[in-house]
């Protein structure tokens, strides 16, 4: 059953990715990234990372598209056409990736994943990437949040019309 549903969601994954890159309309390829984003969430699921899960939905489909999906339907969505060359660019870039892809995938199934499983285990879940994040790295939590405060305060300070 397992193997179904990872199968299956690769394949809605790759479909989507798919669709991205070759569809002609703009709207239509921001809609096919949001279904693969929503599969790849799942495939992390699947993994029992449902904290990597949870950021997958919230921010990349949530606030990410909201974000993309503002932007294109500002730039009218209807004018908005890939040229019909597209797709041979894209696939004369992908190839080379595909290529190493395919050889990596295969380097990792002829030398197994034995070590790669047990250090799989609890990568995912909310209750170690919390203890980590709040006990090992907490100075550097503290420093981003530091960091991220003052570019909000300067973002404002920048953008505000003097009166």
Excluded: W
């Amino acid at each position: 059953m397992e193997y179904i549903v990872f199968y299956g969601l690769a394949a809605v994954a790759l479909c989507a990715a798919l669709a991205v890159i070759l569809v002609n309309r703009v709207m239509h390829s921001a809609l096919a990234l949001v279904i693969c984003f929503g599969a790849i969430a799942g495939l992390f699921f699947q993994l029992n990372a449902q904290f990597i899960a949870a950021v997958q939905v919230i921010i990349y489909a949530g606030a990410i598209m909201v974000l993309f999906l503002f932007v294109i339907m500002l730039l009218d969505p209807e004018a908005e056409k890939f040229s019909p060359a597209r797709p041979k660019k894209i696939v004369v870039v992908a190839l080379p990736f595909t290529v190493l892809l395919v050889f990596l995938l295969t380097q990792v199934t002829l030398h197994g994943l034995e070590d790669a499983e047990t250090s799989f285990h609890l990568v995912g879940d909310a209750q170690s990437i919390g203890r980590l994040l709040f006990h090992d790295y907490l100075l550097a939590f503290e420093i981003t949040s530091i960091l991220i405060l003052s570019a909000v305060l300067g973002a404002i300070v920048l953008t505000r019309r003097s009166e």
